[in-house]
């Protein structure tokens, strides 16, 4: 099956820096999500994006289908942005999404 | 709209004991469901999926089934608990290759 990766796993901050989460995955995808998964276990829903660039307030992801791979940027981080990062990827050949190991990010004040 | 309600929401079972969480989609009709599990750690990994009423997906083989009496539910259970069945179960659900959307989670400690 396809493989997901996430880097880097673990991530410190101070309130109001920048940041940016890669996921690689090894095959071709139908679609990939991004996921928040905050400190009570919520998975909450961040980008629907199998190609291109998508922005939502202070974060934005793009998606470089061809090479591979997508990025997440969180700008200006906040407190309320730990959690856990997860990237799935939808196989072209199947029906289930496949998740990255995610990236533990931790923003201090 | 859609909304997924999985329940319950935390359980403590001994070990041998049987299980039943319980998963409902409203607003939306043949949808693709799933069950993951979240253990210590951050990993999900995916148990079973179904696309259809009575078609189930096994991803992993273990001590858990799960089951989709009627379109919009989905069961996961188990006979006899074990102590590694603890965790973290997510349902969730999709439109074909769509995007996909969790409940709220079920925590489950065996002990």
């Known amino acids: 099956g396809i493989q997901v990766e996430q880097s ?3 991530l410190i901050l101070q309130e109001g820096a920048n940041s940016t989460l890669r996921c690689n995955f090894s095959d071709s995808v139908n679609n990939l ?3 928040h998964q905050n400190p009570w276990g919520q998975l909450i829903n961040l980008f629907y994006i199998p190609s291109g660039t998508k922005q939502n307030g202070r974060l934005s992801a793009t998606t470089v289908a061809t090479e591979r791979y997508s ?3 969180i700008s200006s981080s906040q407190t309320t942005d730990s959690g856990v990062y997860f990237c799935a ?3 072209t050949s199947g029906s ?5 190991e995610g990236t533990q990010l931790t923003v201090n004040p | 709209s859609q909304t997924i309600h999985q329940w319950p929401a935390t359980l403590v079972q001994p070990v041998g004991s049987p299980l039943s969480l319980e998963c409902t ?3 939306t009709s043949n949808p693709n469901l799933y069950w993951y599990r979240q253990a210590a750690g951050r990993g999900l990994q995916l148990l079973f999926y179904s696309v259809g009423i009575g078609q189930i ?3 992993v083989p273990q001590n858990l089934s799960a089951s989709r009496p009627q379109d919009r539910q989905f069961i996961l259970s188990s006979k006899k608990l074990l102590l590694s069945d603890s965790g973290f179960y997510l349902c969730a659900w999709r439109y074909w290759a769509g995007e996909l959307f969790f409940g709220e989670g079920s925590r ?3 002990l």
């Open chain 2, 57 to 59: 997906s096994s991803e």
């Open chain 2, 25 to 27: 989609v409203e607003g």
């Open chain 1, 96 to 100: 289930r999404l496949t998740f990255g």
């Open chain 1, 8 to 10: 880097p796993p673990d």
């Open chain 1, 71 to 73: 990025l997440l940027y």
């Open chain 1, 33 to 35: 999500q991004w996921f």
């Open chain 1, 89 to 91: 990827v939808d196989e």
């Open chain 2, 108 to 110: 489950l400690t065996v």
